[in-house]
């Protein structure tokens, strides 16, 4: 009986009144930009799915680069269905060690989510990328299952639509792009920990600066004047 408990107790399944939880904030990793970090309250959580939207092509990796660095070294880093080829050599120059990713591409969405899953429960990764576009609450739920059991978050990435199925997701991000970097705003959060909404906008110039648009205030006039012809 003893060892059924244990074992119960290792898969979290038993409840006790003696172990309180620990702040949300001490269990975060930052994002690698303090803005975003302040945003949520510490950084991206230990676990769960992380829901992103966007247009597409905006700069998502790029953001997500510095946490994906900082945190390889607990295991692999999988892509898995990415919209295009993952480039191996963008991935060494965000810092990221080729032979620590894992590039899966499924035939079928639902090959996709199984792999996701199995990643996810694994114990090996460190962090886990899906492009997925339409999923159902129950496979959401099995996600999440999965990351708390293997202690790996699941950055879900998608386009941004109108009146799209609100999902049980740990966090949800809308991105949007900016001369300056990308825009950030949580439009949910598990348990409403920290401010609920929000948003900010992330500066890519100390990380990317030859991305970045210069501002007004660094833009050196390149008009020479010349003098007056003599006139008469």
Request: proline share 6%; glycine share 8%; with cysteine.
């Amino acid at each position: 009986m003893q060892d059924i408990i244990q074992n119960l107790k290792s898969q979290h399944l038993v409840w006790q009144a003696n172990l309180t939880k620990a702040d949300p904030q001490q269990l975060q990793t930052s994002s690698g930009f303090s803005e975003l970090d302040d945003l949520l309250g510490g950084g991206f959580p230990p676990n769960g799915v992380v829901e992103m939207e966007s247009i597409g092509s905006i700069g998502e990796l790029r953001l997500l680069a510095p946490y994906l660095k900082a945190t390889q070294t607990n295991g692999m880093t999988a892509f898995i269905q990415p919209p295009a080829l993952v480039n191996s050599l963008f991935l060494h120059y965000i810092g990221l060690d080729i032979n620590q990713v894992w590039v899966v591409t499924p035939t079928h969405p639902k090959d996709a989510l199984w792999a996701a899953e199995q990643c996810l429960k694994s114990g090996v990764c460190s962090n886990v990328l899906l492009w997925q576009e339409e999923l159902e609450i129950h496979q959401v739920k099995r996600l999440q299952v999965a990351s708390e059991q293997g202690t790996c978050p699941l950055f879900m990435l998608k386009t941004d639509t109108i009146n799209r199925l609100s999902l049980p997701v740990s966090l949800s991000l809308k991105l949007k792009g900016d001369e300056q970097g990308i825009h950030v705003e949580v439009l949910k959060r598990k348990g409403g920990w920290n401010r609920g909404r929000g948003s900010v906008s992330i500066g890519f110039q100390h990380h990317y600066p030859q991305l970045v648009k210069p501002s007004s205030e660094t833009v050196h006039s390149t008009v020479v004047n010349f003098p007056l012809a003599n006139q008469g």
